[in-house]
Structures are given as C-alpha cells and as structure tokens.
C-alpha cells in the first residue's frame, strides 16, 4: 500500500518556466512532509519541507504548497534551471517522534535549455 | 561539517553470501536510518537507530539487520542474499533539533 504517491514519473519543463511537481498522500495522521532532490550516483538532497500547520512554505525559487483536506502537496520551482534536472522525491511523517519517512517514488524533471 | 559517508560505495555479490554496509552520520547526529531504493519503489524504509537501539522498522524480512555504535556509526547488515537484494542502500542522519534527514551518497550493490 503506497501511502505516498509521486503519480508522474517524468516531466519536461522549458527553462525559465513553472515547474510544478505533485505528491498525494493517504494517511491523514502524517504531520510534516519534505522534499527531496536526487542526482544520479548521489544520495537525495533536501529541499524544503512544510508542517501540517502551515499551507504554504516559500525558500528561494522553491515553493511547497500543502491541501491538507484533499491530501496533496506540490513542488513549485521557478524560474527552472537546466540544474534543475534530477529526480524529485516527496516523503511524509506521522508525529510521535518515529521519524519513519515514507517516501513517493519520484518525478524525473527535466529542464530544457 | 563533513556530511554522511557510506562505505563501501559499489559491492558486487553472489546469492546466498551476505554483507555489510557501513555508515557514518553527521558528527553530532544520533538518528540513523536505513533505505532501499529499487527502481519504480521510491526509497522504501528499512530502519531507524538511536542512541544504539532501534527505534523504528520497515516491512523487510529478518535478513535485514544493523545495529549502531556508541559513535552512531551504523552498521547494516544482509544475510542470505537473493537476487532482488540488489539495489541502491541510503543512510540518512538527523540531528536532534531537525525533521530534515540527510543522505549519505549510497551504496550500490549488485547481487549475481
């Protein structure tokens, strides 16, 4: 049962564009969700997160919107830069201090120059 | 600071054998945990230790073991492998005043 789901495998994006990427989630109890950025051959780098208390988190070119009611969040990067390109991994967590991570499994973005 | 290092990096084994995976968080940080990343299943948990106990477990057959040190070092440890063992193993360390974990480069192993 995948409570987190990353539905888009791919997405293109031209430089200097929005790009947009989705998670869902099942699980009402989570409370924290993070985003996560990955190169090949590298271990995932964190973006930018946001808590169950908040509907919006905003760092740099990074934007996390969280629609707690429909259990979605998304990712909005802009403007897109071709370093841009990696796969993007949403995770989530449930409180209690278990810090077990439940991961999506990624969105492949791509920026084209 | 130096961030989370993984040895060794690429491993090749054979069914059958077992292995060891080794990690070092963070200096400071005391949560390790261990992921499977397989492609088209995301990062799939495996286990979390702090402070030498394990806090947390994943949906992994017994095979899957680790344990940490009075260093939080971590080790990770696979018996009796089989060919769906191959795939990429992260390991990520928090630090106690974070929800952010951060990775470690990997450790790819390949099993024949």
């Known amino acids: 049962d995948q409570q987190v789901k990353q539905n888009s495998p791919s997405l293109s994006v031209q430089e200097g564009r929005i790009s947009i990427l989705n998670c869902d989630y099942t699980n009402s109890m989570f409370d924290y969700f993070l985003w996560y950025k990955k190169y090949p051959a590298e271990g995932p780098t964190f973006l930018i997160s946001?808590?169950?208390?908040?509907d919006k988190n905003e760092d740099g070119r990074f934007t996390v919107f969280l629609n707690k009611s429909a259990k979605h969040l998304s990712l909005h990067i802009v403007p897109s830069q071709p370093g841009d390109s990696a796969v993007y991994f949403c995770a989530a967590s449930a409180p209690g201090g278990t810090y077990k991570y439940i991961f999506g499994t990624g969105t492949r973005l791509k920026v084209l120059a | 600071k130096a961030g989370v290092t993984q040895t060794p990096r690429y491993l090749i084994k054979t069914r059958g054998q077992q292995v060891t995976l080794s990690c070092s968080p963070i200096?400071?940080?005391?949560?390790v945990s261990w992921y499977q990343q397989t492609p088209g299943q995301g990062l799939q948990f495996l286990f979390e230790y702090f402070s030498e106990t394990q806090r947390n477990k994943g949906n992994f057959p017994g095979r899957f073991s680790g344990r940490q040190f009075s260093n939080s070092r971590s080790e990770m440890n696979v018996s009796t492998l089989e060919l769906g063992d191959s795939a990429l193993y992260l390991c990520?360390?928090?630090?106690?005043?974070?929800?952010?974990?951060?990775f470690g480069p990997g450790t790819r192993l390949t099993v024949l």
């Open positions: 946001i808590s169950s208390i908040k």
């Open positions: 200096s400071g940080h005391r949560s």
């Open positions: 990520a360390s928090r630090g106690a005043e974070y929800n952010e974990q951060f």
